[in-house]
């Protein structure tokens, strides 16, 4: 019915497929070997063994063909495995006699890790014990008019896509009318929901639909497709993916109970369930002061402690661009701004053969350049609340500048100090910008409003810093120094003097700023 999510493979050289393709209003792909598309991850026509409109050189005929297709090239074999291992395959108008057929008898139905679904259409007295045999089941339909006639065949598959979509629309109406009652009342009907709705992709979907009670939450909290999705498993079926969504819709009007859940299983979500519930966050608008406002706070937290590599942190991003609650975008801020050891390619080995392939670096949780993501957060929803949250900054900032110069030198990597030019311009225009300048320039407009607005706690600060083996932090300092009203130019050129200043390298232009303003004006 939808013609965009049309999947035919066919081994024909001919243009009948094609010809009726053509004459859709819809734009269907069209795909020749040997240029085929990802085989877990495609729609339209693919003309596996190519098509008469193409060279014949390129046409799968000869058993050499076969050989370099499936086995030497094995550019087939890599596309049907994708299939196979994505999609329910039919076979329509194959014998056991078929090339294709019998190269894949030779391995790929039979993989002991790809456990294909396939189906095949084939006469009542054609083969189907050999056809079992290759895990292939039939769906057979009468020989008419002769040996030689399949007039039968359109009519078997008519047949068969009736059947089929009525009997989902039973079940749907079988599942609706069990879980409209509670859970519990009759021992078989719950055995069916559990061993063969919750087993399968379709039925699960329509047990999602209609299960709103609360019961039947509880009911399917001891079941194992809903179980794993609170485990770190990398073998989520597709019907736990279903359960991650309802349990998603959830988390406000059963915040407690998920919670609850998610507290007994040692606070581990899975991947799957966490980018659901992280999803449902970022789509969701909530009214600060309120209710919801402080449930959706916790959320936050929950995914900020459980997550791990593998949930999609852009879901944390639109939250953070979306967000106006100061308060929960200094916890994206935070957790964005967390450092780690990285791993890069070293350009140098060619010039440098005995040098390592790989350095190691310092980068910060996401290990990519979100420097503007940062910024952006810092000056919608930080920066323009900073009178408010000015103390936990005091508490952050340094400290995030302390670990990653500790953590970069324990590594012999490069000082982030090095890698800034100028402290007082933010370098948003420049090719060059990295996350650590997002963190130095947040640093820079913390102590710009303390100065101004909290001159003692400023100037603490400025002698907590020029104090600290971090050269960065040293150079925001002497920066801030610069801007300080209620010390004299007398004390700010002492003030360079005992800290020895004059012969500390990585400091230069901050240093002359201060002295090109401080030295001139100061008693002789």
């Given at each position: ?273 966490w980018n659901e519930i992280a999803d449902k966050l970022a789509a969701t608008a909530i009214m600060k ?204 050129v002492q003030w360079v003097l005992e800290n020895e200043l004059l012969h500390y390298r990585g400091i ?17």
């Open positions: 019915k939808n013609k965009q999510k049309l999947r035919i493979v066919t081994t024909n050289f001919d243009q009948h497929f094609s010809t009726l393709i053509e004459q859709q209003e819809d734009k269907i792909e069209i795909y020749s070997a040997p240029a085929l598309p990802l085989g877990d991850d495609f729609t339209g026509l693919v003309y596996l063994h190519g098509s008469t409109k193409q060279d014949a050189k390129k046409l799968v005929l000869t058993d050499m063909d076969f050989g370099k297709a499936y086995l030497a090239s094995g550019w087939a074999t890599r596309f049907l495995q994708g299939m196979f291992s994505a999609y329910t395959v039919i076979f329509i108008g194959y014998s056991l006699n078929d090339p294709l057929v019998r190269y894949l008898s030779k391995g790929l139905i039979l993989h002991p890790i790809i456990k294909p679904k396939c189906f095949a259409f084939c006469c009542e007295d054609d083969e189907q014990e050999k056809w079992k045999d290759l895990k292939i089941r039939t769906i057979t339909y009468p020989l008419r008019e002769g040996k030689l006639s399949h007039v039968a065949l359109p009519e078997a598959i008519n047949s068969w896509v009736d059947l089929n979509n009525k009997s989902i629309l039973e079940s749907d109406n079988k599942i609706k009318s069990i879980v409209s009652g509670l859970p519990n009342v009759e021992i078989y009907l719950d055995d069916y929901i559990e061993k063969q709705v919750l087993k399968s992709p379709k039925l699960v979907q329509a047990f999602i639909k209609y299960a709103t009670r609360l019961e039947w939450f509880y009911w399917t909290a001891d079941k194992d497709e809903f179980k794993i999705l609170f485990t770190l498993s990398t073998s989520i079926k597709k019907e736990s993916e279903y359960i991650a969504y309802w349990i998603a819709g959830k988390i406000f009007d059963n915040a407690d109970d998920i919670i609850s859940i998610i507290k007994k299983n040692n606070m581990t979500l899975n991947p799957i369930l002061n309120t209710q919801l406002d402080i449930i959706y706070n916790t959320w936050i937290e929950i995914l900020l402690r459980t997550y791990i590599p593998g949930c999609q942190i852009y879901w944390l991003m639109e939250i953070g661009e979306k967000c106006s609650n100061s308060r929960i975008v200094i916890q994206l801020f935070e957790f964005f701004t967390r450092p780690c050891v990285d791993f890069i390619q070293n350009i140098f080995t060619e010039q440098f053969p005995a040098s390592h392939k790989m350095i190691s670096d310092v980068s910060l949780l996401n290990g990519k350049n979100e420097y503007y993501f940062l910024r952006n957060i810092w000056e919608k929803s930080i920066n323009s609340n900073i009178a408010d949250l000015y103390p936990r900054l005091v508490m952050l900032l340094p400290n995030r500048l302390t670990e990653i110069y500790y953590i970069s030198r324990d590594i012999g990597g490069i000082d982030i100090g090095m890698r800034r030019e100028i402290i007082e311009q933010s370098r948003g225009d420049s090719i060059y910008a990295t996350d650590f300048d997002a963190i130095i320039d947040a640093t820079r407009d913390l102590i710009d409003w303390i100065i101004v607005n909290k001159g003692p706690l400023a100037v603490e600060l400025l002698n907590q810093w020029i104090c600290s083996e971090v050269p960065i932090l040293k150079r925001i300092a002497i920066y801030g120094m610069c801007k300080v009203q209620c010390i004299n130019n007398d004390e700010k230069k232009h901050e240093l002359f700023k201060l002295l090109g303003i401080s030295y001139s004006l100061a008693s002789p």
